[in-house]
């Protein structure tokens, strides 16, 4: 498991892994393209921890939560190559944000399994990377998974629940054409990924402050 997540993060290009080096004053973008992330809505932090069996954990400051994520390892951790690094965010506007170096569909779907088992909550997975033409999310409230889709590299292997949007159900069927060898028209997957935190997230600010705070530390999977 652990060799299938460094496999995947050996595809993706450095300047995807978005680690700010070169001005640690700048906020990191709430919606990293590249990363596996979750926005959980109505869920105590606390709670969070003790359903993902969160270990090693301490706070630290935005850029140096994500530093922590992302420097050596792939996001492995070196202390035990059977866990992986997990930062989450405390809670902005209602949400948190978790992070994780995990790009696995199931693996992710187990996440929100775990955390989406309160009446009120939201737990929603995203992920996207244009440069592997990959593009995922899960959306899931009131114990209920509303939506599965996964996609990557004209292959829909996921595509389970209504659709979010208009856009969303134009590019499924723009894939569909194209698989056939018919003409369709391009939609860019990254504009139907905005679209879907847009329905689904109603957290709107484009960065996390620098002094926005995480946990972080390693879970098993």
Do not use: P
Not at 15 to 27: G, H, L, P, R, V
Not at 83 to 98: A, D, L
Not at 160 to 189: M, P, R
């Amino acid at each position: 498991m652990i060799q299938k997540i460094k496999s995947l993060f050996l595809k993706k290009t450095k300047d995807k892994q978005t680690i700010e080096k070169d001005s640690f004053q700048k906020c990191h973008s709430v919606n990293i393209l590249g990363n596996s992330y979750f926005a959980v809505k109505n869920i105590n932090l606390n709670d969070i921890v003790l359903r993902l069996k969160v270990a090693e954990l301490n706070f630290e400051k935005c850029n140096q939560a994500f530093e922590f994520l992302w420097t050596n390892n792939f996001g492995i951790s070196e202390k035990n190559n059977s866990e992986i690094k997990i930062i989450i965010s405390e809670t902005i506007q209602n949400w948190n944000f978790i992070y994780w170096s995990c790009g696995i569909f199931e693996e992710c779907k187990n996440i929100v399994e775990k955390l989406n088992i309160d009446i009120n909550c939201k737990v929603n997975y995203y992920y996207a990377d244009s440069c592997v033409d990959g593009y995922e999310w899960i959306i899931a409230e009131n114990g209920i998974i509303k939506r599965q889709f996964e996609y990557s590299m004209g292959t829909i292997s996921t595509d389970i629940g209504s659709k979010i949007c208009l856009i969303e159900n134009e590019f499924i069927k723009n894939i569909e054409l194209e698989n056939q060898n018919l003409k369709n028209e391009f939609i860019f997957g990254e504009n139907v990924f905005e679209a879907i935190i847009q329905e689904t997230c109603d957290f709107k600010d484009k960065y996390f402050d620098k002094n926005i705070r995480f946990k972080v530390g390693t879970i098993k999977i």
